[in-house]
């Protein structure tokens, strides 16, 4: 399991980075033939937090080839079954997993954000979702020769239309340069950081407004040696 975490001002305005804007956990199981080939593939996601003003539509890209069939269940913050549908696929499939990502988190009275405030003592369950797949063709999927998980889930920006993806190929134009906007003089100014960053299942999302070398100091360290040092930066915080 890991979490995927946006930032959603991209071509927009200038980010905060405290990578809260969107955060949902996402479970990826293969099954695999005795050739070594992918048969099979369930997701898993919940939607955990969003510091955001704006909306979005959630959705993951897939790199699976030959086509096959999909089930798409998702519940809401009452665990029940709100919706479920079935549906065929090509080669390199999309699936819209949340339509609405506030509609997945609401947001408590007098909140615009949900699970971001240090105020808010109550946290809000998110809605939840599986994919399962069947692919038509394993031998066109050897699991050996995947990209690295988790693909390609992003958000698209309902108030602007702009989609923000993981830094991938294909998509390396998801960064924003820091500046002062929210912080003065902070340790990452001038850095180009993305939009979109994995984070381990463990990791504890800043409070709104608080960059993420705010909450995790070594990250500064971590991410000006290129991940060379400070690989445990996630675990240090304040």
Known sequence: ?????????????????????????????????????????????????????????????????????????????DNQVISQDSLSFDSNPTFAIFDRTRTTLPPLEGYFDTNTRRSQTERVAGYKATLSLNLDDPSANPASALPAKPWDPYIEVVNTGEEVHLVIPGHLDNTQTVNDVYEANNAMLGYDLPLAQVFYETWDWPLEFASLWRGYPQYVDYFGSGGVTNQDWHLASN
């Open 1 to 77: 399991t890991v979490l995927v975490s946006y930032e959603d001002l991209k071509n927009t305005g200038w980010s905060d980075w405290d990578y809260n804007d969107f955060v949902v956990s996402m479970e990826i199981r293969q099954g695999t033939t005795t050739g070594g080939n992918l048969g099979a593939v369930e997701i898993n996601y919940e939607a955990l937090a969003r510091g955001a003003g704006f909306n979005h539509r959630f959705l993951h890209q897939l790199p699976l080839q030959g086509g096959g069939s999909a089930i798409i269940t998702v519940l809401d913050t």
